[in-house]
C-alpha cells in the first residue's frame, strides 16, 4: 500500500509504518547520544508507552539505562483496508529494537483500565522480570469503563462555572476565530475525573503491591499539565484540569500506601507538546504553534524525549538521590514552558494573533509538520511513494 496522511479534523487516520520506525530511531539515536544515565530503574512498566511521553519515557528507560520495560497501550493493527495506529508501528519498532540491544521488552496491547489487564501484567512481570522498580503512569484516554461497576465515563474538555470564549485555529486553514465552549455539568466534571483522575494509576498501583512485584524504594511516576493563563479556562480550572488535581492528589495516598515499601509516588508536570492527546484540546493547537516559535528562539524548544531525557537525568536519577520538587511536592519539567519571559511574550502574542498575520506571528507550518511527523510522515529517509506492507507484527 502507498501511504498517505488521512486527516480528519485532528485526528490522522492513516499511519506510515517506515516513518513511525524511523520516528523510534531518531528517539533512539537521541538518548544514546546523551550517553548512560547513572542510577537509572532496571525494570520499569510504562502504562501508556505506544506513543507521546509514555514512548519516550520506554525509550529513555531502556536506550539510558539499560532497563527491560512492559508497555501497555491501545493501539490498532492493520487490516487488509488501514494501516495499524501510529502507536501500533511504533511500539514494533521499539520491542525489536530493545531486543537488538539486549534487553527485554514486552507489550500489552488492551484496555489498561480492566483488571484483566492489571492480571496479565502482574503474571508477566512475576514470571519475566520477578519486580519492576519504576512504573510509569503515561494514559491520555477518552472513555473508561469502570472495573468494578461497568459504568462507561466519557472525558470532556470543557471550563467549569461558565461559558467560556475562546480563540483557536483551523490547523488545516490556518483561520483564526473563536468559538464558544460551555460549562460542563456536573456529571461532566466527574466523569472527567473518572478517566483521567487518579483511581486507576491507584488501582494498578494496590494490584502490584498486593501481588508483591514491586521492589524495595519502587517509585511511580503520573503525568499531569498546568500550563499558563491563556489556556487556564479550558485546561487547568476546566474539567480535564479537576482530573488532573485529583491525579495529584493520589499521589500522596499512593506514597502512604507503599510506605512499608520505602515507595515513592511522584507527578510530574510536564510542557505543553504536540501529541495525539493535545490536539484534541480546543485551544492547544493555536497555544502550541506559538510556544513552540517561543520557546526556539530561546533555544528552549524540548520535545518528549528531551523532555524525559531531562525527567530522568535531572529529576528521578539524581546523584545523591533527591528529587527536586516544587511546593507541593511535584516535579517540574515544564519550568522552562512556564519562564516568565517565556510566558509574557507568548502572551502578547496570543492576544495579537489573527488570521491575517499569522504567519508572521505563529508558526502553523512547524505546528503542521510536528502532527504530521505524530504519524510518520515528513521523516527523511522515507520513501513516502513507495509501495510499503503495512502489516506488522511483534516478534
Ligand atoms: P498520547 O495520546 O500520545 O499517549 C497516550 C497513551 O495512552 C498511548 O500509549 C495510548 O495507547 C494509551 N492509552 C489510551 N487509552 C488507553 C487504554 N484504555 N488502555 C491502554 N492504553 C491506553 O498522550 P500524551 O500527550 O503523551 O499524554 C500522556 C500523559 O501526559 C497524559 O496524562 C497527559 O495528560 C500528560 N501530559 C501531556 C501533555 C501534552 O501537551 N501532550 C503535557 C503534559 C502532560
Same mark, same amino acid.
Given at each position: 500500500?502507498?501511504?498517505?496522511?488521512?486527516?480528519?479534523?485532528?485526528? #490522522?487516520?492513516?499511519?506510515?509504518?517506515?516513518?513511525?520506525?524511523?520516528?523510534?530511531?531518531? &528517539?533512539?539515536?537521541?538518548?544514546?547520544? &546523551?550517553?548512560?544515565?547513572?542510577?537509572?530503574?532496571?525494570?520499569?512498566?510504562?502504562?501508556?508507552?505506544?506513543?507521546?511521553?509514555?514512548?519516550?519515557?520506554?525509550?529513555?528507560?531502556?536506550?539510558?539505562?539499560?532497563?527491560?520495560?512492559?508497555?501497555?497501550?491501545?493501539?490498532?493493527?492493520?487490516?487488509?483496508?488501514?494501516?495499524? $495506529?501510529?502507536? %501500533?508501528?511504533?511500539?514494533?519498532?521499539?520491542?525489536?529494537?530493545?531486543?537488538?540491544?539486549? #534487553?527485554?521488552?514486552?507489550?500489552?496491547?488492551?484496555?489498561?483500565?480492566?483488571?484483566?489487564?492489571?492480571?496479565?501484567?502482574?503474571?508477566?512481570?512475576?514470571?519475566?522480570?520477578?519486580?519492576?522498580?519504576?512504573?510509569?503512569?503515561?494514559?491520555?484516554?477518552?472513555? @473508561?469503563?469502570? =472495573?468494578?461497576?461497568?459504568?462507561?465515563?466519557?472525558?470532556? +474538555?470543557? =471550563?467549569?462555572? &461558565?461559558?467560556?470564549?475562546?480563540?483557536?485555529?483551523?490547523?488545516?486553514?490556518?483561520?483564526?476565530?473563536?468559538?464558544?465552549?460551555?460549562?460542563?455539568?456536573?456529571?461532566? !466534571?466527574?466523569?472527567?475525573?473518572?478517566?483521567?483522575?487518579?483511581?486507576? %494509576?491507584?488501582? %494498578?498501583?494496590?494490584?502490584?503491591?498486593?501481588?508483591?512485584?514491586?521492589?524495595?524504594?519502587?517509585?511511580?511516576?503520573?503525568?499531569?499539565?498546568?500550563?499558563?493563563?491563556?489556556?487556564?479556562?479550558?485546561?487547568?480550572?476546566?474539567?480535564?484540569?479537576?482530573?488532573?488535581?485529583?491525579?495529584?492528589?493520589?499521589?500522596?495516598?499512593?506514597? /502512604?500506601?507503599?510506605?512499608?515499601?520505602?515507595?515513592?509516588?511522584?507527578?510530574?508536570?510536564?510542557?505543553?507538546?504536540?501529541?495525539?492527546? $493535545?490536539?484534541?484540546? =480546543?485551544?492547544?493547537?493555536?497555544?502550541?504553534?506559538?510556544?513552540?516559535?517561543?520557546?526556539? /528562539?530561546?533555544? +528552549?524548544?524540548?520535545?518528549?524525549?528531551?523532555?524525559?531525557?531531562?525527567?530522568? /537525568?535531572?529529576?528521578? #536519577?539524581?546523584?545523591?538521590?533527591?528529587? =527536586?520538587?516544587?511546593?507541593?511536592?511535584?516535579? @517540574?519539567?515544564?519550568? %522552562?514552558?512556564?519562564?516568565?519571559?517565556?510566558?509574557?511574550?507568548?502572551?502578547?502574542?496570543?492576544?495579537?494573533?489573527?488570521?491575517?498575520?499569522?504567519?508572521? !506571528?505563529?508558526?502553523?507550518?512547524?505546528?503542521?509538520?510536528?502532527? +504530521? @511527523? +505524530?504519524?510518520?510522515?515528513?521523516?527523511?529517509?522515507?520513501?513516502?511513494?513507495?509501495?510499503?506492507?503495512?502489516? @506488522? &507484527?511483534?516478534?
Amino acid at each position: 500500500m502507498v501511504v498517505k496522511p488521512k486527516i480528519r479534523g485532528f485526528i #490522522c487516520t492513516t499511519s506510515h509504518p517506515e516513518g513511525c520506525a524511523k520516528a523510534v530511531e531518531e &528517539q533512539i539515536d537521541f538518548v544514546k547520544a &546523551q550517553g548512560p544515565i547513572a542510577n537509572g530503574p532496571k525494570k520499569v512498566l510504562v502504562i501508556g508507552s505506544s506513543t507521546g511521553f509514555g514512548l519516550s519515557t520506554r525509550i529513555t528507560a531502556t536506550f539510558g539505562c539499560g532497563a527491560d520495560t512492559l508497555g501497555v497501550f491501545f493501539e490498532k493493527a492493520a487490516d487488509k483496508k488501514r494501516t495499524a $495506529s501510529a502507536g %501500533w508501528y511504533q511500539s514494533v519498532a521499539f520491542e525489536k529494537a530493545a531486543k537488538e540491544a539486549g #534487553c527485554y521488552a514486552k507489550s500489552f496491547n488492551g484496555d489498561a483500565f480492566t483488571n484483566e489487564m492489571k492480571e496479565q501484567v502482574i503474571e508477566t512481570i512475576k514470571s519475566d522480570m520477578g519486580k519492576v522498580d519504576l512504573v510509569i503512569y503515561s494514559l491520555a484516554a477518552p472513555r @473508561r469503563q469502570h =472495573p468494578v461497576s461497568g459504568e462507561v465515563f466519557k472525558s470532556t +474538555l470543557r =471550563p467549569i462555572g &461558565q461559558t467560556v470564549v475562546q480563540k483557536t485555529i483551523d490547523t488545516a486553514t490556518g483561520v483564526i476565530s473563536e468559538t464558544s465552549v460551555e460549562a460542563a455539568s456536573e456529571k461532566e !466534571i466527574a466523569d472527567t475525573i473518572a478517566v483521567m483522575g487518579g483511581e486507576d %494509576w491507584k488501582m %494498578w498501583m494496590d494490584a502490584l503491591k498486593d501481588a508483591d512485584v514491586l521492589t524495595d524504594g519502587a517509585t511511580t511516576v503520573a503525568y499531569s499539565y498546568i500550563g499558563p493563563k491563556v489556556t487556564q479556562e479550558i485546561y487547568r480550572t476546566g474539567t480535564i484540569g479537576q482530573a488532573k488535581v485529583d491525579l495529584e492528589n493520589t499521589a500522596a495516598v499512593i506514597e /502512604k500506601d507503599l510506605a512499608a515499601l520505602n515507595g515513592k509516588a511522584y507527578i510530574s508536570v510536564n510542557k505543553a507538546l504536540v501529541t495525539q492527546a $493535545s490536539s484534541a484540546i =480546543p485551544v492547544m493547537p493555536l497555544y502550541i504553534n506559538i510556544l513552540y516559535k517561543v520557546m526556539k /528562539k530561546y533555544d +528552549l524548544h524540548e520535545e518528549c524525549k528531551e523532555q524525559i531525557f531531562r525527567l530522568f /537525568k535531572d529529576r528521578l #536519577c539524581t546523584e545523591d538521590g533527591i528529587v =527536586p520538587v516544587d511546593d507541593a511536592g511535584r516535579i @517540574r519539567i515544564d519550568d %522552562w514552558e512556564l519562564r516568565e519571559d517565556v510566558q509574557e511574550e507568548v502572551g502578547g502574542m496570543f492576544n495579537e494573533i489573527t488570521t491575517e498575520n499569522h504567519d508572521e !506571528i505563529g508558526d502553523l507550518k512547524a505546528y503542521n509538520e510536528a502532527f +504530521l @511527523r +505524530l504519524f510518520g510522515f515528513g521523516y527523511e529517509g522515507v520513501d513516502y511513494d513507495a509501495d510499503v506492507e503495512v502489516d @506488522r &507484527q511483534f516478534a
